[in-house]
T-cell receptor, first 114, second 114 residues
Framework: AQKITQTQPGMFVQEKEAVTLDCTYD???????LFWYKQPSSGEMIFLIY??????QNATEGRYSLNFQKARKSANLVISASQLGDSAMYFC???????????FGAGTTVTVRA | NAGVTQTPKFQVLKTGQSMTLQCAQD?????MYWYRQDPGMGLRLIYY???????DKGEVPNGYNVSRLNKREFSLRLESAAPSQTSVYFC?????????????FGDGTRLSIL
């Protein structure tokens, strides 16, 4: 089974500043996918960004970018120009091609201050 | 713009009662999933259905059964509810099952077992 580690249980960031959320993973798969999801206080899970293990370029989606360092097994999420609406829990997840399972980290809570 | 719809949104059961959680998606996705989320943890896969007519166990299948009724619908059944099954349950779907397929989630069902 894959193990996902998110070492920051909670973070505060000032509005309009950037914030980096850490994620490391442990997998023996050659092919895997990396995902970030956002869970606001209302509870729904919102897909943010995807990175394939063979992708050489870091993924970007609007204000979200993924800093993928394959050798370090690291997939950090960068949120630029933080907004109050970015306050939420953020989950890193990897998909294993061996057991078809999406494995989640424990999450990082981000609070954006005005 | 419904996406993935789960019913009910909230439910309280007594120990030993049975319950079926319903999930439907309107995105013509082939693959569907059931997860549970417990406090302080990421989501854990209960069961998944790679395509219509197939179902497979995930990480925590004990105490649950599933039915892939058709391409749109994937239900989760608790035959004899236990307090340990108190959780938030999420249904998700993806176009296919694979490492590059983001999963899209419903809003969750908050289930309490007394």
């Amino acid at each position: 089974a894959q193990k996902i580690t998110q070492t920051q249980p909670g973070m505060f960031v000032q509005e309009k500043e950037a914030v980096t959320l850490d994620c490391t993973y442990d997998t023996s798969d050659q092919s895997y996918g990396l995902f970030w999801y956002k869970q606001p206080s209302s509870g729904e899970m919102i897909f943010l960004i995807y990175q394939g293990s063979y992708d050489e370029q870091n993924a970007t989606e609007g204000r979200y970018s993924l800093n993928f360092q394959k050798a370090r097994k690291s997939a950090n999420l960068v949120i630029s120009a933080s907004q109050l609406g970015d306050s939420a829990m953020y989950f890193c997840a990897t998909f294993s091609s061996n057991d078809y399972k999406l494995s989640f980290g424990a999450g990082t809570t981000v609070t954006v201050r005005a | 713009n419904a996406g993935v719809t789960q019913t009910p949104k909230f439910q309280v059961l007594k120990t030993g009662q049975s319950m079926t959680l319903q999930c439907a998606q309107d995105m013509n996705h082939n693959s569907m999933y059931w997860y549970r989320q417990d406090p302080g943890m990421g989501l854990r896969l209960i069961y998944y259905s790679a395509s219509e007519g197939t179902t497979d166990k995930g990480e925590v299948p004990n105490g649950y059964n599933v039915s892939r009724l058709n391409k749109r619908e994937f239900s989760l059944r608790l035959e004899s509810a236990a307090p340990s099954q108190t959780s938030v349950y999420f249904c998700a779907s993806s176009e296919e099952i694979g490492t590059n397929q983001p999963q899209h989630f419903g809003d969750g069902t908050r289930l309490s077992i007394l």
